[in-house]
């Protein structure tokens, strides 16, 4: 590709140091599409007769069916995949016409180009497979219309909630990270083919006819940009890991529920796994899976940004290490999801003992001091007044509905007149229905932000 300066090649421990085959030729159907749009732009610009460019464009769909059908595979001494094509279509088209097609583009224009065409796949297949799981959680959600669970601060009870109003959170998080994606896309969606090294393209060849050939929206408004920039790989990246962190969490909840403490679900057989030698284990393997590759996620992000600091402008070798991160992200993300899904789907929640916690923990001490202030009672006096009812149930070593008129009337007058009002709020189904603003966890709320979400999804 360069021999004429030199008068050696290079060294075989170079060879091995730049080789890139190994990661990059999955890029190669797409440098063979751009390779497509870039011979018909020099045939735009007089430079293929009409013979040249179908007899161009001809072998090189020969050579796209064999790369996609696997028939053909880098060789053991190409550098990296454009190289390898590039001597294919010698072989193939033979020197004279094969040599015409490497005029006016440049392997720094090629390589960020065809960055952006296979993060833009990627990123398409990853948006659908989040929006299956936020189906899931949504079903999940609407098959549990009225079911009470603990809400948590703190890991600590703090207010019942429903069980659907709690899977919408991670359904909505992760509706975000889908439109995180969507958003990028017209960021991604500038080709930078015509760059050419840095200084853009000559020759009269069109970078606007090569960008609508291959699906982007335009091409980039600054050759230097173009080929240095890689900043919509560590965006990619950084949804990726904004991904794994959202999935974690979620993951994360499901270890603790699935414990013989919370006991709030069991896990399907076909997405739980078993112990080589307690034969009594159910292990929450795809969770703390989700939990570990979130790290791995973070680790891709972190390393392509290390990457790219400092370097200065244009094309500097160093962005050949832009590729694995985000190909492992992608990877990661794709393998991840279909099971992680399986698992959410197949959860089965213990609807009762989420019921018999809800109420647990004195979690309705806050609709005492919300009754309180329905009564006229400031409400830092209501707090003070809840807060000593718990302090005198934990004395008795009962619960808020069980102390009695004696005690609520010694902790505050308005109580004292009439307990059985107080009482009738210290439900967990009156405390949720009683959060009826829009956002609540209010039955009727929360059917209505079930649609909402999915008339989100759908626009999406
Ligand atoms: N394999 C290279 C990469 O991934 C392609 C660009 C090479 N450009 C160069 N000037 N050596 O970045």
Not at 161 to 179: G, P
Not at 246 to 254: K, Y
């Amino acid at each position: 590709m360069w021999g004429g300066r030199f008068a050696s090649g290079p060294s075989a421990a170079l060879a091995a140091l730049s080789k890139s085959t190994q990661f990059d030729w999955r890029l190669a159907p797409h440098d063979v599409r751009a390779s497509m749009a870039h011979a018909r732009v020099l045939h735009s610009a007089g430079l293929l007769t009409d013979e040249q460019l179908a007899r161009m464009l001809e072998v090189l769909q020969g050579i796209h069916d064999d790369v996609v059908s696997g028939a053909l595979q880098p060789a053991d001494d190409d550098e990296d995949v454009h190289g390898a094509l590039e001597r294919v279509l010698l072989e193939r088209a033979g020197a004279d016409l094969g040599g015409r097609l490497r005029a006016g583009r440049s392997r720094n224009d090629q390589i960020a180009t065809l960055l952006r065409m296979h993060l833009r796949t990627e990123a398409g297949a990853i948006r659908a497979q989040l929006l299956e799981l936020v189906e899931v959680l949504a079903a999940t959600a609407q098959a549990h219309p009225t079911a009470a669970m603990p809400g948590r601060t703190h890991l600590q009870h703090a207010q019942p909630v429903l069980l659907a109003h709690h899977l919408l959170a991670h359904a909505w998080a992760l509706l975000r990270d889908v439109e995180r994606f969507r958003d990028w896309d017209a960021r991604a969606a500038l080709s930078p083919y015509g760059s050419g090294a840095l200084a853009g393209s000559s020759l009269g060849l069109d970078p606007e006819a090569v960008a609508a050939e291959l699906g982007f929206a335009g091409s980039v408004p600054n050759s230097i940009d173009g080929t240095a920039s890689r900043d919509v790989a560590a965006e990619f990246a950084f949804v990726a890991a904004m991904v794994g962190v959202d999935l974690s969490r979620l993951a994360e909840e499901v270890v603790l529920w699935a414990t013989k403490e919370f006991g709030f679900v069991a896990l399907d057989d076909a997405f739980s796994t078993g112990s080589s030698i307690m034969p009594q284990k159910k292990n929450p393997d795809i969770a703390e899976l989700a939990r570990g590759k979130a790290g791995r996620l973070i680790g891709d992000l972190t390393g392509l940004l290390a990457t790219l600091k400092a370097l200065p402008l244009a094309y500097n070798r160093d962005l050949q290490e832009d590729k694995e991160p985000v190909f492992d992200a992608a990877d990661t993300l794709l393998l991840l999801l279909p099971a992680f899904t399986g698992m959410v789907a197949t959860l089965r929640f213990d609807t009762a003992r989420l019921a018999e916690l809800a109420p647990q923990g004195f979690s309705l001490a806050t609709d005492v001091a919300d009754h309180l202030v329905r009564l006229g009672v400031p409400f830092r006096d209501a707090h003070e007044a809840a807060g000593a009812a718990v302090r005198r149930c934990e004395e008795l070593g009962c619960e808020l509905d069980e102390l009695p008129d004696a005690d609520l009337a010694a902790i505050h007058a308005k109580l004292g007149e009439d307990p059985a009002g107080v009482r009738a709020v210290l439900t967990v189904e009156g405390s949720i229905a009683s959060r009826d603003a829009r956002g609540g966890t209010a039955p009727a709320r929360v059917a209505e932000q079930l649609a909402e979400l999915r008339a989100a999804a759908t626009a999406l």
